[in-house]
């Protein structure tokens, strides 16, 4: 005998959870089916752990340059295997406390494979282990796993290759690290082994790091980085591994580096297979589920959201697709859009920006106007910022003086770069954020401060 549900999610991860629990809140018979632990990558393998990780690593650099800032230290150093324990700590109290969130909305939770077995005039059916299910909606989050290109002698994930899941279990710190991919993950744990001491070396395709983010401030980071010691190859393309040696061309000359661990951050990919989509007809675009604005596929009844659909793998992405589809189900007539989206890259400084950057808007033909000030503007970066600076670039339509996108690097950046998304989500003008108050002192001064330099 089957079980009845207005609503099936497969995936527990920001879009599958979030969606149960907003829609176990509104009423619905909700089943959420996962075969792993509940978060998803973001919580277990990506978003929570490296943050926390990040956060001991700023401690440790915050704690050696004390002395600038009127307070002594003497003897300062780290425990690999407690900011690892604590890591786990922290994503084991998370992870409960979403089971907390189902269970206070009523949400049943399955931690089981799940297999589409098609579709009918009753609803989908699904199973789950020995669980038999049918649903009236279906809502697919199976998110992406770690990509990993045709490299000749690459081979698979383990001791000496790493993913961000591998790269999560490590017991000891690497003397040196090799890191095929300057994107964010690349990035953001790049940062954390050269804050420990880590010789850390990146191997970039393109020739800038952080594709997709203002070129300037992208410049200005790796920058910083080499500084600190890192070292960037761009404009690389890495042509073989043979054991610890990435072999890789540059300039038209062959070139290699060798490194105790070798991570590979190249993007990542949609879950699409494995569980039935072909059962029912779900069309894939591009790797990944097609949807519509209002997250639908083209199986009446069948959603999708997340890292499935291939398009913006964030996963505060995720969770407001989720959003989507529960408030189309329930009454609300809702639907996706993708402009004032945020990015966050959780490095020692952070580096934000929602909107369009430049090369976007010369891309896409849009007359903007731009102004840039230095965090230093701010008071309240001085007064917490004895070294470094930082860098707040806004853009405005040359026509109305919407603003069009903000991008700030610099701490705390993303904590205040939500700011910048509701003006953008709002179509706000330079002369509408004017008449906004902000507190003082705060860094997110720098934002209307800049909007005044126009």
Do not use: W
């Not at 002395?67 to 994503?91: H, L, Q």
């Not at 890495?238 to 580096?257: L, Y």
């Not at 470094?388 to 026509?399: D, P, Q």
């Amino acid at each position: 005998m089957s079980k009845t549900f207005d609503l099936a999610i497969i995936g527990g991860g920001p879009a599958g959870y979030v969606a149960a629990e907003r829609a176990g809140k509104k009423g619905l018979k909700v089943v959420l089916i996962e075969k792993s632990e509940l978060g998803g990558v973001c919580l277990n393998e990506g978003c929570i752990p490296t943050k926390t990780l990040l956060y001991s690593a700023k401690l440790y650099d915050n704690a050696l340059s004390a002395s600038k800032y009127g307070v002594e230290t003497s003897n300062v150093t780290f425990d690999f295997t407690k900011m690892m324990a604590r890591k786990e700590k922290v994503v084991k109290k998370l992870v409960g406390g979403v089971g907390m969130k189902m269970k206070e909305h009523k949400v049943e939770v399955i931690k089981d494979s799940a297999l589409i077995k098609g579709r009918s005039a009753a609803g989908i059916a699904i199973t789950a282990g020995k669980e038999e299910i049918l649903a009236t909606n279906l809502l697919i989050c199976t998110g992406s796993e770690a990509f990993m290109p045709p490299i000749p002698g690459l081979g698979k994930p383990g001791d000496l290759i790493l993913t961000n899941r591998e790269i999560l279990q490590l017991k000891d710190r690497p003397e040196s690290l090799v890191i095929i991919g300057g994107g964010v993950i690349g990035l953001e744990f790049a940062s954390f082994y050269n804050s420990l001491g880590t010789q850390v070396t990146i191997i970039e395709m393109l020739d800038e790091i952080l594709t997709g983010m203002d070129r300037e401030m992208s410049e200005m980071l790796r920058k910083h980085y080499t500084q600190k010691g890192i070292v960037f190859n761009l404009s690389s393309k890495v042509t073989e591994v043979k054991g610890n040696e990435v072999i890789f061309e540059k300039d038209g000359k062959k070139e290699s580096i060798k490194g105790e661990k070798i991570l590979v951050s190249v993007g990542r990919k949609p879950n699409t297979s494995g569980f039935g989509l072909e059962n029912i007809g779900v069309e894939l675009d591009r790797g990944g589920i097609k949807v519509d604005e209002k997250m639908r596929t083209n199986v009446p009844n069948v959603f999708a959201a997340g890292d499935v659909t291939g398009f913006s793998l964030l996963a505060h992405t995720a969770s407001r697709e989720g959003e989507v589809v529960v408030n189309n189900l329930t009454g609300r007539s809702d639907q996706m859009r993708y402009n004032a989206i945020p990015g966050v890259v959780y490095t020692n400084p952070e580096f934000s920006g929602v909107g369009l950057t430049e090369e976007a808007a010369k891309a896409k033909g849009i007359e903007y106007k731009v102004s840039k000030l230095p965090l230093a503007y701010a008071g309240r970066f001085i007064a917490e910022n004895e070294t470094g600076s930082g860098l707040c670039k806004v853009l405005i339509g040359a026509k109305y003086g919407e603003v069009l996108g903000v991008h700030i690097l610099g701490n705390p950046s993303g904590e205040i770069i939500y700011g910048a998304s509701m003006a953008i989500e709002m179509e706000m003008t330079i002369k509408e954020m004017e008449e906004v108050i902000f507190p003082h002192p705060t860094i997110s001064e720098i934002f209307k401060e800049t909007i005044f330099s126009f």
